[in-house]
């Protein structure tokens, strides 16, 4: 079956524009995350989305970012006036129903948007 | 709070000889392990984790890794490396339980494998 898709693959902006980002999650995955991979920073945690849940959004660093799941399924991860602090590989990631019991499910991640903010 | 550390940036090792990817982690609970690898332009691929039970972990590609609670320790090895290995190693954590199956990820290795 398909896997994780984002789009746009590379996207380049100018400072002070707004971009969005989408994430198509694998069907049937009920938990959605969002990381930023910057140049020597690992990947450092957005945004969770799980089922109907409120989303877990302590990883934003500012409220120029905001993201949305519609449907359950689609999300969009929203940069307001862009910084080039911002430019870095945003990757998205899903995995099946949340267990809190004895098993933990992998993250499926998806290829990333590469993001220049000039 | 939970954190991993993978102390080295870059790892280099001949093709055929053994290599070992080094992840050491803090938590405050039971920690689940994982490992990905990132090859050029791509997104994160599962290689192995660690949930409980057996220590020593096995998974893809011929990798395998070990769970040392008492060095809180979970390296990456395999016994006989390709050039095709070469590739950015993360190892992330999460916290069970709580944590919300987020993951907490190292600054990754950089494993370069020579002939």
């Known amino acids: 079956g398909a896997g994780v898709s984002q789009s746009p693959s590379n996207k380049v902006t100018e400072k002070g524009k707004d971009v969005e980002l989408r994430c198509d999650p694998i069907?049937?995955?009920?938990?959605l995350y969002w990381y930023r991979q910057s140049l020597g920073q690992g990947l450092e945690f957005l945004i969770y989305f799980q089922g109907n849940s409120a989303p877990d959004k302590s990883g934003l660093p500012s409220d120029r970012f905001s993201a949305e799941r519609t449907g359950g399924s689609v999300s969009t991860l929203t940069i307001q006036r862009t910084q080039q602090e911002d430019s870095a590989v945003y990757l998205c990631a899903s995995t099946d129903r949340f267990s809190s019991g004895a098993t933990s499910n992998e993250q499926f991640f998806g290829p990333g948007t590469r993001l220049t903010v000039l | 709070a939970q954190s991993v550390a993978q102390p080295e940036d870059q790892v280099n090792v001949a093709e055929g000889n053994p290599l070992t990817v080094k992840c050491t982690y803090s938590v405050s609970g039971n920690p689940y392990l994982f490992w990905y690898v990132q090859y050029p332009n791509r997104g994160l691929q599962f290689l192995l984790k660690?949930?409980?039970?057996?220590?020593l972990v096995k998974g893809s590609y011929g990798f395998e890794a070990e769970f040392n609670k008492s060095q809180t320790s979970f390296h990456l090895k395999k016994p006989s490396a390709l050039v095709s290995d070469s590739a950015l190693y993360f190892c992330?954590?999460?916290?069970?339980?709580?944590?919300?199956?987020?993951?907490?990820f190292g600054t990754g290795t950089q494993l370069k494998v020579e002939l």
């Open positions: 992330a954590v999460r916290v069970q339980p709580g944590g919300g199956n987020k993951l907490t």
């Open positions: 660690y949930i409980t039970g057996d220590n």
């Open positions: 069907s049937g995955h009920t938990a």
